[in-house]
Every structure is written in structure tokens, then in C-alpha cells.
């Protein structure tokens, strides 16, 4: 069955650790993407990237980083410079020639 | 900036009580608009694409309708198993620099049996 999962689903941190959540397909998908969903507002896009080896930041960058090295993974680390790193992560992928994003099972990440 | 609005932010409807939820958008240039189903503690679950006003889509008991400024999600008949937030999510030509959707934040339809 071709689709996308994430790992691990919860996950807990101490305040001050850098922590990677890892996002994989296999649906032959050009283009990834990392959202960030809060308790009463709208997911929110973190990083995205359409080819292997290039990304680009979306509208909350700040605190994050990632990599493509290849097609199938975009693993996403938050680090310890994001200030309200508690939430509900949620890696999508898409083709090339569509539009619509189909979502992995999310990763819940809890700092303390 | 593309925005999304979404009405009612929850929904309480008897089984088999049908209705609609309403997804207002402001872009620059419409590229899709999508619909979503979240569960609680789940990914979302791709639904629907409309492209141009005018344009319907239908699936069991959803049916989507677009219009130059707003989405209607309609829900005939639902059952307790159609309880879920759903979500809806623009793509537009400008985006920002940003290629990603703009999401609304949902609305909780719960329907009891």
C-alpha cells in the first residue's frame, strides 16, 4: 500500500534538545511538506520542497530546519531556538502536476 | 495574503439531519480549493479538489460546490461516522512565495445518533 508515515507518533522532549521527526512516502511524490497544527487555529506551513536537495521556508520557519536528500524522505528537526515547540506535526506530500496534498498520520510532540 | 474562513466553527446535528458547512476564501488567483476530514489525533484525509465556480463534486453522502468567494460542504443524511472536523484549504497564484495550502480552522461536526 503506497502512502506516508511518520514517526514517532508522540514524542517527548526536554526544553533546551533539538528533536527530528521523520516523515517518509512511497508514492512517488515530487513535493513534501511540513505543517504545524495548534489547538484552535489552522495547520500552518513550516518548510516545503518540490525537489530532492532544495526547500524553502514557509510562513514559520523560524526554530526549524530540514533536508532532501532523497525523494521518498523529509525528516524535520526542531531545535532548541523555537520558542513553542508543543504541537501536532503533520508531513504532506503531492505530485508534481496536482495540487492536492495527501497527509501522514502526524507526529505529537510534547517539550517540557 | 490568502485567508479562509470557515462557519460554524462546530456543528451539532441529529442523524439524518442533513446541512452545510461554509468555507469563505480571499486569494489573488484561485489555483484549488480542497476539503478535508480530521479525526481526532489523525492526519488529515483528502476529500475533495474544486478548481472553477460552478464546479460540484460528490462523494457518498458530501457533496462540495464552489463559488467565486465561498465553498459550501453539504452533508445529506449524515450518520454518527461522518463526525469529524473537516477542513478546508485554498492554493492561490500567489501564495506569498509560499507553496503550500492556506488553511481555514476547521469545523466540528458532530452527529448524534
Known amino acids: 500500500d503506497g502512502g506516508i508515515t511518520q514517526s514517532p507518533k508522540y514524542l517527548f522532549r526536554k526544553e533546551g534538545q533539538n528533536v527530528t521527526l521523520s516523515c517518509e512516502q512511497n508514492?512517488?511524490?515530487?513535493?513534501m511538506y511540513w505543517y504545524r497544527q495548534d489547538p484552535g487555529q489552522g495547520l500552518r506551513l513550516i518548510y516545503y520542497s518540490q525537489i530532492v536537495n532544495d526547500f524553502q521556508k514557509g510562513d514559520i520557519a523560524e526554530g526549524y530546519s530540514v533536508s532532501r536528500e532523497k525523494k521518498e524522505s523529509f525528516p524535520l528537526t526542531v531545535t532548541s531556538a523555537q520558542k513553542n515547540p508543543t504541537a501536532f506535526y503533520l508531513c504532506?506530500?503531492?505530485?508534481?502536476?496536482?495540487?492536492?496534498?495527501?497527509f501522514g498520520p502526524g507526529t505529537r510532540l510534547t517539550v517540557t | 495574503e490568502d485567508q479562509v474562513t470557515q462557519s460554524p466553527e462546530a456543528l451539532r446535528l441529529q442523524e439524518g439531519e442533513s446541512s452545510s458547512l461554509n468555507c469563505s476564501y480571499t486569494v489573488s488567483g484561485l489555483r484549488g480549493l480542497f476539503w478535508y476530514r480530521q479525526d481526532p489525533g489523525k492526519g488529515p484525509e483528502f476529500l475533495f479538489t474544486l478548481y472553477s465556480a460552478g464546479e460540484e463534486k460528490e462523494k457518498e453522502r458530501l457533496k462540495a460546490t464552489l463559488t467565486k468567494k465561498e465553498s459550501f460542504l453539504h452533508i445529506t443524511a449524515p450518520k454518527p461516522e461522518d463526525s469529524a472536523t473537516y477542513l478546508c484549504a485554498v492554493r492561490s497564484y500567489s501564495g506569498g512565495g509560499a507553496d503550500g495550502l492556506t488553511f481555514g480552522k476547521g469545523t466540528h461536526l458532530i452527529i448524534q445518533p
Open positions: 504532506a506530500s503531492s505530485r508534481r502536476d496536482a495540487y492536492e496534498q495527501y
Open positions: 508514492l512517488n511524490h515530487d513535493a
